[in-house]
């Protein structure tokens, strides 16, 4: 069986087992790197979830999804020692994802050298 990209993201927004449906416009919002280290850490089965959904994020995040990168790379330091802070900043990225899983990723070039992409994101701040 061949696994799309478009699969593997909905795998990954039903490995998460929470309701994602609402979508949001951006992958994070400008709270992404406020820790609050008081917090008491995830449930074991949380936690082994949260690490499974970041995990496969970035990978799609590396391979196609260019857009998600800066939110799973902050979100892969907290996979040791992640909170429920954290749990709402992967369900806020999963509700993207859920809003523009088919958006389309588009690359050209203007000489052999250079690559360039595209992707129809809204760099908006909203909460």
């Not at 927004?13 to 400008?30: C, H, K, L, S, W």
């Not at 949380?46 to 260019?66: G, N, Q, S, W």
Request: hydrophobic share 45%.
């Amino acid at each position: 069986m061949k696994l799309t990209m478009k699969s593997y993201l909905k795998e990954s927004i039903q490995a998460f087992r929470e309701d994602v449906a609402m979508g949001a416009a951006t992958p994070t919002n400008r709270n992404l790197f406020v820790v609050n280290e008081d917090l008491p850490p995830l449930e074991a089965d949380k936690a082994e979830i949260f690490h499974h959904v970041v995990a496969k994020l970035l990978y799609v995040a590396k391979i196609v999804r260019v857009d998600l990168q800066l939110t799973i790379a902050f979100l892969c330091t907290k996979v040791s020692k992640s909170t429920h802070e954290d749990w709402e900043k992967l369900r806020r990225t999963l509700k993207y994802v859920h809003r523009t899983i088919g958006m389309p990723k588009i690359v050209g070039v203007e000489d052999f050298s250079v690559l360039q992409t595209w992707v129809d994101a809204s760099y908006a701040h909203s909460s």
